[in-house]
Structures are given as structure tokens and as C-alpha cells.
């Protein structure tokens, strides 16, 4: 019997699909299969090598030994080498032995479509399956419902490695120690979904998973495959939905990657001014290539298909859409019509939305894109790129410019947190304080804000509820909800102990009671991309820094009004205008005692009366605490 026994999983339409960039399941194809063929047990491999002159498959079942078992290449010059070899099984250890054409360049690779990879240090691929009988039907079947841009969608963002650890023995949590701990945590605290860092496999722990080899495979830090897909499971069984970091932006050089794969250029741009990243000495994929289209959009199918992921959030889509980002005049060149876009990533991040939603209409991709780039959020039909969300950066960077301000100095940046509403509409946007702004210096969220204890824990809640009130979804990276006193470190633990102090037990209960607030009311989430779900009441006093708003649902009945005192002075009776007469009563306030506040300036019902007041015909008298943010809705008749 040969070594290896000419196989393959391809039909020619598969090859036609996969040259003109639209097969979108290659992951059935590429990589490594267990099968029984012909009575003999074995694997099949396919690689896409197109500048080989002979690929070999080395492995455990070999000793490593090249030469040993060459796959054959095809005969269509799809630049596919294939081939069944027998007794490769499953934990079969291997690389791929390259030889190029090109001169006598040699390269060991791992295989881009593995579904299991090594633990790092260690780089080699695993033939793997990973067969698991999914329990999540109900949610599956509503899925469209969690997801839908009409629905409550607040997000905990996670990074495994850092979330919680196994103190005795010092190490990371697992993925069935997570679907535990980790699930019934998020359940507690209300959020919608969970949204992780990257989980698909990386070498570099400080990369956070950021730096991409194995496309295909959950990281073996946190155990097998199937394991991870226990963790998403009892997300789903547990009505929580799960975001997956997805980095088709750029990748690592370690040489075992994707990088010079078979001695050309072969998945990133040959051209160094579109094909690498200074920043992050990271090569930049070839999105103009059909082949490295197909390979990308397939991974983005994958997850969603696979290990039922319910969206993607895209990472560094601002440097993906221009030539320029990051790049000094010489250092890049202009597109066909002199423009600044990326024409091929932007046709590409089309056909991957497209592709996305056609398959899986009951899920989202999310931008974080920084950019003023129009129409991010906006279908591929309209002329946009057809993303579901995109995060609201602008938002980000001014509010907590305002909040790190002295409240004494802010009536003079009122603009600061109202010129988001001038294009809040513009996007379908959420609203992150992610992981990116707790890091490199820039403090924890506690502690950027001012004042003395007392008064930076009443900021954080004013700043957390002003943020859950505001048009569009939210996102909380791990340890807001403590109130973390330092900054992120990827190495270690949230600071749990936190939470036997008062202060930061009283900001995990505000983040509670306002992912409750957020679900359980219809205007804060209803309309939340549209311009009819926002109404201002007032926002000139800028002299004593308050804030007032409407939040409109579907049915007007649902209305509640947003009032944030951003002063640290109380309101004792604070004259606010309604647009109708009735009794108003406060649903939400973020001063009580359970969230170590005051608990001093609390409303009961009030009826409103005949006096007009902030250019509406009745008005009410109210008391607003200091640094705090009180939320008002009419009773029922």
C-alpha cells in the first residue's frame, strides 16, 4: 500500500469557487480529516500551496521524517496538494514540509485549516475532531429575537487568561472551570452576551490573542475544542449570547504562521506598503487575492457555524480601510482614483458581511472602526460595508474626557456630552469602554475619575448610568463592574477582593441593577438607532452641568426621562419639564445606599403640574443627587 493514497474532498466546483474568492465552508475541504476509505482508517490533508514543488506531510505517526508521505498536487493548478495517509488518526501531531520553487527556500508550516494546534510554545498542528452533541435548540431558535437591533444588548467583555484564575495552582481557568464560573457570573450580573478577546489560537500571551496562527482552532490554553464548546453551550442554555473577537486585519510573522507560507507571498500582500504593519510588525493580508478571500470569509463562517458564535466583532477595521492608517507620506501609495481607501479591503469586508448574513441572518458583526468612514453600519445595498453595529469611539474618547475633568471646570465642556447626539443616528452604535482603555498607562475607569473617594465612586456610577441611558448598545470590559483600582494586566486576576469593600461591591450592584434597568425597559433599547428614540428636554445649563433627556420605545406610553447632575452640588428641588400632565415616579437612581450612595435624594410619585418649563406645558419638582443620575417614568393609570 502507498504511503499516501491519492484522495481528495474537491469537486471542480469547489475549485471554481475557491479561485473567484465565493467558497465560503473551506473549512470542509482544507486541512485535516479523519475518514475510513476503502476499509483503511486514516486522514485526509489538503494545503494550498501554489509555488510548491513538493509538500510532505511530517508528523508523530512519521518520527518527522520528510519525504516520507508527499501529497500529490493537483492537476487544475489551484496550487492544492491533497492526499490520504493511513493510519494518521486522531492526536496525530504534524507540519507541513515545504519546498518552494522559489530558489531553495524551505518551510515548515502549521496547518492554516487545523482544528487543533499545540499548546505554545510548541507549534505543530493536531488532527482533531470534535464531536459534541449541542443542548442549546431553545436559544437557537430565538436567537434572532437576543440579537435583534431592537433588542437589549449589553456586553461583558472577557479576556479568558485574566478573568478569574485557579490561585492554589496558579493557573487559567479551563473552558469547563469557565462554563461554570464565568456563566453563572454574567447570568448574576444580567448582561446580554459575552464577548471575548481572541480565542482562536496565538503564540504570544502579551499579544492578548491579537496575533493570529491557527484561524481555525480554540486555543489549547484552556483545554480541547469540544470543551470550548461546552463553554458556548451553556452560555446559550443560560440565554447569554457570545461574541467572538475575529482579526482578519493582519497576522504574525512566527514561522510556523501564515507568513511566506510557501515561499511567496503567499496570504499577505507581496507590496510592503499594503502588505505589513509597522505598529504591530504584523503582515496584512491580501485581500485582492480570491483565494485569501475565500480562506478569510470561510474562518468567519466557521466560528459562526461550527461553535455557534452568535456575532463577530471585527477587530482594526480603521486600518483594514486606508492605505494611509498609520503610514507617513511615502510610506503608501494612493488606489486607482487617487483616494486613500482600501478598495480591496472594502470589497471585501462587503463580500464577508453579505456572506455572513445570508447564512446567519439571526447574528451580528460589529466594526470597531474609529474612523468618520460613512456608512459602516449601513447595508451592502445601500452603498455601505454592512456591518450589524459599530463601536462609538468618538463617544468613548469625549466622555471620559469630561468625566476625568474637576466638576468645577465642567460647565465649560458641556459640548463634550452633547455633540455625541449630533450624529448618534448616523450608525447603529455601541458604546465601549473596552479593554483598550484600561491599559498602557491610561489608568483604570475608577481611576481617571476626580475628587475624593466618596466623589470618584458617585462619578463612576453618574458616568455608568449616563452611558446606559444614552442611545445605542453598551459594552463593559471585565473589572468595570468591580471598579478596578489599577490597570489590566493580562498575567493576572481581576482583583475579586475588591468586592468585600463597600464602595466597589455598591458599583457592582449599579451595574446589576442597570443591565436590569436596560433590559426591563423598552424606550432604552427599542429605538436605540433610531433618531425617534431620543428627545432632548435641556441641555444648554451648562452653568450647573445637568443633563436632561427623553428615552421613547415604540409605544409612547413607555417614555422615561434621563436627568444627570454632573456637579457634586444636590438638587434639592430640581424643576423639570414634561411634555404631558400625570404622575411620574423614579425607576432608577444612581445614589441609593445598595450602590453606596446617599440614599438622601430619593423621589416618590409625583403628580405634575400646569407650569411650563423647559419648553413643555407642565413640570414637576425634583430632587436630583449630587454627582448622580435619576431615571423618571408616568405611572400607569
Known amino acids: 500500500m502507498p504511503k499516501v493514497i491519492s484522495h481528495s474532498l474537491f469537486l471542480e466546483f469547489d475549485i471554481d469557487l475557491f479561485k473567484s474568492g465565493k467558497h465560503y465552508r473551506l473549512y470542509e475541504k482544507f486541512g485535516s480529516h479523519i475518514m475510513t476509505l476503502d476499509g483503511v482508517e486514516g486522514t485526509y490533508f489538503a494545503v494550498w500551496a501554489p509555488s510548491a514543488k513538493d509538500v510532505s506531510v511530517i508528523g508523530s505517526f512519521n518520527h518527522w521524517v520528510e519525504g516520507a508521505h508527499s501529497l500529490n498536487v493537483r492537476w487544475d493548478t489551484s496550487g492544492i496538494w491533497e492526499g490520504f495517509i493511513p493510519g494518521a488518526g486522531k492526536g496525530t501531531t504534524y507540519k507541513y514540509k515545504i519546498h518552494s520553487n522559489n530558489s531553495d527556500i524551505i518551510t515548515e508550516k502549521a496547518d492554516p485549516y487545523a482544528r487543533r494546534c499545540e499548546h505554545p510554545p510548541k507549534t505543530a498542528s493536531i488532527v482533531w475532531d470534535e464531536p459534541y452533541s449541542w443542548k442549546d435548540e431553545n436559544w437557537m431558535k430565538k436567537r434572532k429575537d437576543h440579537n435583534a437591533l431592537d433588542a437589549p444588548y449589553s456586553v461583558y467583555e472577557v479576556h479568558l487568561g485574566s478573568w478569574k484564575r485557579q490561585i492554589e495552582e496558579n493557573r487559567f481557568l479551563s473552558y469547563v472551570e469557565l462554563a461554570e464560573e464565568l456563566v453563572s457570573y454574567v447570568k448574576e450580573m444580567n448582561f446580554t452576551h459575552v464577548e471575548l478577546m481572541p480565542i482562536m489560537e496565538f503564540p504570544y500571551d502579551p499579544s492578548w490573542g491579537y496575533q493570529i496562527t491557527g484561524y481555525f482552532a480554540p486555543t489549547s490554553r484552556f483545554g480541547y475544542p469540544e470543551e470550548f464548546k461546552l463553554l458556548v453551550d451553556k452560555l446559550h442554555q443560560n440565554d447569554i449570547g457570545i461574541i467572538l473577537d475575529w482579526v482578519p486585519s493582519h497576522f504574525p510573522e512566527d514561522a510556523h504562521g501564515l507568513g511566506f507560507f510557501d515561499g511567496t507571498h503567499l496570504y499577505e500582500h507581496p507590496d510592503p506598503k499594503k502588505g505589513y504593519h509597522n505598529d504591530w510588525k504584523s503582515l496584512i493580508f491580501n485581500y485582492g487575492r480570491n483565494e485569501v478571500k475565500s480562506f478569510l470569509i470561510s474562518n ?6 461550527q461553535y455557534h458564535a452568535d456575532g463577530l466583532r471585527v477587530d482594526a477595521v480603521a486600518s483594514m480601510l486606508f492605505l494611509d492608517y498609520s503610514r507617513e507620506d ?52 445601500m452603498g455601505g460595508l454592512g456591518f450589524g453595529m459599530k463601536w462609538m469611539m468618538g463617544w468613548m474618547h469625549d466622555t471620559l474626557q469630561y468625566f476625568a475633568k474637576e466638576p468645577i471646570y465642567r460647565k465649560h465642556h458641556q459640548n463634550d456630552l452633547t455633540f455625541s447626539m449630533t450624529y448618534a443616528f448616523t450608525e447603529n452604535f455601541m458604546l465601549p469602554l473596552s479593554h483598550d482603555e484600561v491599559v498602557y498607562g491610561k489608568k483604570s475607569i475608577l481611576g481617571r475619575m476626580p475628587g475624593d473617594e466618596w466623589q470618584k465612586f458617585a462619578n463612576l456610577r453618574a458616568l455608568y448610568s449616563y452611558m446606559y441611558t444614552h442611545p445605542g448598545t453598551n459594552l463593559l470590559f471585565q473589572g468595570a463592574e468591580l471598579a478596578q483600582s489599577s490597570e489590566w494586566n493580562f498575567e493576572k486576576s481581576l482583583d475579586w477582593h475588591l468586592l468585600e469593600y463597600e464602595p466597589h461591591k455598591g458599583i457592582q ?129
Open 300 to 305: 468567519a463562517i466557521f466560528w459562526l457555524d
Open 509 to 637: 450592584e449599579l451595574i446589576k441593577g442597570l443591565n436590569t434597568l436596560y433590559r426591563k425597559e423598552p424606550a432604552l433599547h427599542q429605538n436605540q438607532f433610531s433618531g425617534e428614540g431620543f428627545e432632548w428636554i435641556d441641555y444648554n445649563d451648562a452653568e450647573n452641568s445637568t443633563f436632561v433627556y427623553m428615552r421613547h420605545g415604540k409605544n409612547e406610553k413607555e417614555t422615561v426621562v434621563v436627568v444627570c447632575n454632573l456637579t457634586p452640588i444636590p438638587k434639592e428641588k430640581f424643576k423639570l419639564g414634561l411634555p404631558k400632565a400625570g404622575k411620574i415616579k423614579e425607576i432608577f437612581n444612581s445614589d441609593l445606599k445598595k450602590y453606596y450612595g446617599s440614599g438622601n435624594y430619593t423621589n416618590k410619585s409625583i403628580a405634575t403640574k400646569e407650569e411650563p418649563w423647559h419648553f413643555r406645558d407642565h413640570s414637576v419638582n425634583v430632587k436630583i443627587p449630587p454627582l448622580g443620575v435619576v431615571v423618571f417614568k408616568y405611572m400607569k393609570k
Open 330 to 381: 511615502g510610506q503608501w501609495e494612493p488606489n486607482m482614483f487617487g483616494g486613500r481607501e482600501n478598495l480591496e479591503a472594502i470589497a471585501f469586508m462587503r463580500d464577508m458581511n453579505e456572506a455572513v448574513y445570508s447564512s446567519f441572518p439571526d447574528v451580528q458583526t460589529i466594526a470597531e472602526e474609529s474612523t468618520s468612514f460613512p456608512m459602516v453600519s449601513k447595508p451592502t445595498f
